[in-house]
């Protein structure tokens, strides 16, 4: 992070468990060091990456991802010593101050909106292929997040909802 600062890389961060909101300091770090190294405050490029799957409605969404969203984490975590994953962990994962943009295209776009304004960002990558969808259910997930989700954080961007891309 403070290397990415001082050379004035754009910086991007994978935040798929947790809270994002732990993260801000790591963000604050980034920002301070790139202005203390002289670099110009309007072409810091600043994103996340998070796990995110979109459905007509957020239960929906939530109960069709969850079972190999369950098993992916589950194999990840027997390598790593990790408890068996739960479907509260995966709920309170979708709460608003979690890391999972798992729900319907408001939901999700209010999330992304969170986001930006905790961490002033500028980029947001949706990563979508996770917990194994079907090549159905990933293409509409893609669909809404380009007819739904991206449009409505524009608007809200250019609308004044949200200042930290404007």
Do not use: C
């Not at 909101?21 to 604050?28: E, I, V």
């Amino acid at each position: 992070v403070i290397r990415a600062a001082k050379l004035g890389l754009p910086l991007m961060v994978a935040i798929i468990g947790g809270y994002p909101a732990q993260f801000k300091s790591l963000f604050q770090l980034y920002k301070n060091t790139f202005t203390d190294s002289g670099h110009d405050l309007s072409k810091m490029r600043l994103g996340v990456h998070s796990h995110t799957f979109i459905g007509a409605d957020s239960q929906t969404a939530a109960d069709y991802l969850y079972p190999g969203y369950s098993a992916q984490m589950n194999a990840i975590g027997r390598d790593r010593g990790w408890a068996p994953y739960s479907r509260a962990q995966f709920d309170n994962g979708r709460s608003k101050q979690g890391a999972l943009l798992v729900g319907d295209s408001a939901y999700i776009t209010d999330k992304i909106l969170y986001q930006i304004e905790l961490f002033g960002l500028t980029r947001f990558v949706a990563h979508m292929d996770i917990g194994a969808p079907s090549h159905k259910e990933l293409m509409k997930s893609i669909e809404l997040f380009g007819t739904k989700v991206a449009p409505a954080v524009r608007k809200a961007i250019t609308n004044g909802q949200s200042s930290a891309l404007a």
